[in-house]
């Protein structure tokens, strides 16, 4: 505590600390002055300019904030990947589980830290066939990007029809631009995606999306051995069998987006076999 010309005096007031530019910063007990002064043990999370303001309790003592002081990230340790409707939030725990990375752990199980999203309904749901965007970022223990970083990435969609994808950081963060295809049924399918890095960093599974089909494109013939292969620009795999004259056989008749995924629709169908004159 000083006067109107910063001379310390004697003053035992109550004191309370927290940072105005990092919300995640430790917040100590408020405390009263020893002979004008005490001390705190203060630590910042997010990286960049932060500061620490003081705040007398209960007194007409006028508050204070420190001089902006540089918090850089650490060296990185574990992945982020940010799905459309997520953005970065360096520093931010997870509400739900372990706030931070712990050594040893993988960091799939920290599904709201370090980012905006704060439950599934936050991110966005995608359509088959449709490029969409997904960040990778490496990051210290608390979410903060590290620039030093330059390891290579593969990205595993969590979809059997589309293959791994690997690309090398740049300044700790890349991008991927994919389509996922295997949307399966009308009402969608969720999938999700995991990263890995070489050099190893913890890895990171990503809350699931929900992939929706795409416009109703086509109709699907099945009999037999003739199924259902979503995902693929043919929609159905095998082969029927031959048939015997004049032996009923059953014929399922699905409408599908481009790549066999079912779809909401209720055409009128009219089947037809134009090589049998007589059926």
Known sequence: AVDAYW????????????????????????????????NFEFTF???????????????GVSSSTSAPVSVSAGPATRLLVLLPGESLKAGKPDPNGPPY????????????GGKTSASQSDVRDWTANVSTR???LATDDYW?????ANNQVTLSPSDPKVADLTLTLQNGSTEF??????????TGTYRHFTARSN?????????????????????????????????????????????????????????????GNMVSSEPVVTVTTPDDAYD
């Open 134 to 136: 997904v960040t990778v």
């Open 45 to 59: 999370y997010s990286n960049g300019a932060q500061t620490v303001a003081a705040t007398p309790i209960g007194s």
């Open 101 to 112: 990375y712990q050594a040893g752990g993988a960091a799939s199980g920290n599904l709201w």
């Open 199 to 259: 050099p190893a960093l913890a890895e990171y599974q990503t809350p699931d999306l929900k992939l929706l089909p795409g416009a109703p494109a086509k109709l699907r013939v099945l009999s037999d051995n003739l199924v259902r292969d979503p995902g693929t620009a043919a929609g159905k795999a095998g082969a029927l069998t031959d048939k015997t004259a004049g032996v009923a056989f059953n014929v399922t008749i699905d409408v599908t987006d481009a790549w």
């Open 177 to 186: 631009n994919l389509a996922l295809y295997s949307a399966v049924a009308a």
């Open 7 to 38: 001379n310390p005096v004697n003053s035992a007031i109550n004191v309370g600390v927290k940072s105005p530019t990092d919300p995640y910063a430790t917040q100590p007990y408020a405390r009263p002055l020893d002979n004008g002064t005490t």
């Open 144 to 148: 903060n990007v590290d620039p030093g």
